[in-house]
């Protein structure tokens, strides 16, 4: 295995890790059991658990981006692009991108008032997702799809928050219920309100 | 201090640090520095960090609890006592129960896939409050104030779902707009659809 792919398969193993059991219950010795590398096989790589944790970061919201991207690749009109982010987020009960969960809503309640790096690596990532509802929005507006009052951010907020809450309180009672709750119930708004 | 005023010390002031830093982000040199207490006087009181973030826990449920009784206590109607639980959410942000934002939500979060005690705990609460607005509901249906159509399980899901992950939201971002918006769409759905 070549330097480069090492690296790779720590930040893969890591990020798994940290979506799992939170940046301050993983350790650097989970991380050598869980890729059966040394201490300084892993120091060879990252300074510190703290880059390795940012680079996790980044790793995981590729996947989550990734993900996102593939489902929308068939969808043209902004509502159906609206509700095909939505069905997508009903994969992080089952298959998530990382295990765990979502690594934007695990890493925002971790970092939040703990770890300001992280907190800023989650802020951007929560922003990404944001930012392309409501770019979906506008363009839905733009070509007359959507309703020209809905307000963009107004409507990202309220789909966001429902369902990172629905994901926590799926994960919590390991049932989907409460995610194809959320969903239906977003689906109508967003029918019926935009 | 009397030995159940120092344990009641321990408790208080850990419960803001469990829920502020987290479960694994806290140590109990944290618990020493923040209560001026050396490790014999922790370890007196609780057996190991476990028992106390249990205990801890329970604290901070309490608290919430309080609160939101607190709130419901003038409020007779069920759309009333549901707007009331709703608005008493935006204190979350500025005033909560207790420092670090909600229990309920944080350790949920760190606990669904690392720490199957507390994650008992969290789920406890979190039926605690589900069936609080579950009652709510039927009580209102019971009485004619709310639509005999409603199904109390699937509108506790929305609102806690969609509350909590503003709360997320609200605290990544430092901004109470997103709780706002989040408990204005709420309000709109209980209004319009129970």
Redesign the interface.
């Given at each position: 295995m070549s330097s480069q792919e090492t690296k790779a398969k720590i930040i893969k193993i890591s990020a798994e890790l940290f979506n799992?059991?939170?940046?301050?219950?993983t350790s650097i010795s989970d991380v050598m059991k869980a890729t059966g590398l040394k201490k300084g096989g892993i120091y060879n790589h990252f300074q510190s658990k703290e880059e390795l944790a940012l680079a996790a970061f980044d790793y995981a919201f590729q996947q989550v981006s990734k993900r996102t991207l593939k489902v929308l690749k068939k969808k043209t009109s902004a509502k159906d692009r609206l509700l095909a982010i939505l069905t997508n987020f009903l994969s992080y009960i089952d298959d998530p991108p990382v295990t765990?969960?979502c690594p934007i809503?695990?890493t925002?309640?971790?970092s939040?008032?703990?770890h300001p790096a992280l907190?800023k690596k989650?802020?951007a990532a929560?922003d990404s997702l944001c930012n392309l509802i409501c770019r979906i929005i506008a363009k839905g507006i733009a070509k007359g799809e959507i309703n020209p009052n809905t307000n963009p951010d107004?409507v990202a907020?309220?789909i966001?928050?429902?369902?990172?809450?629905?994901i926590?309180?799926s994960?919590?009672?390991r049932d989907p219920?409460?995610l194809n709750?959320?969903i239906k119930?977003l689906s109508q708004?967003i029918e019926t309100n935009l």
């Open positions: 799992t059991k939170g940046y301050f219950g765990g969960g809503l695990n925002a309640i971790e939040d008032d703990a907190q989650a802020l929560m107004e907020s309220i966001v928050c429902t369902v990172e809450g629905a926590m309180m994960k919590l009672y219920i409460h709750r959320a119930h708004y």
